[in-house]
């Protein structure tokens, strides 16, 4: 699932022509692009979708938006690690992770072999 994230953000940079920043989304860092909110400034929260700040947002409503996501699991699903998510999904879900058979978990059986 692709989600529209608020961050906030810690830096600002032009990068070839690009302003670039770096994006904290409730502990995870990441690399955004700022080119459709020219004006936003360091300390200041956007929402943002597939790497591009799209929209500047208050704090208070940033702050409520990651508190839910982070109660639902949304960021560990957005941000989290492809690899240990595969994994938790083949060992914890019924009927997957048993002798081999048909469980319909072939990516992370195949991943496997």
Known sequence: MCLAVPGRVLDIEERDGTRMANVDFGGVVKEVCLEYLPDL???????????????????????????????????????????????????????????GGSGGNGTAQEAQR
């Open 41 to 99: 400034e360091v300390g200041e929260y956007a929402i943002v979708h597939v790497g591009f700040a799209l929209q500047r947002l208050d704090e208070a409503s940033a702050k409520q938006t990651l508190e839910l996501f982070a109660e639902l699991g949304m960021l560990q699903e957005e941000f989290g690690d492809p690899w240990e998510l595969a994994a938790q999904e083949a060992g914890g879900a019924p009927g997957h992770g048993g002798n």
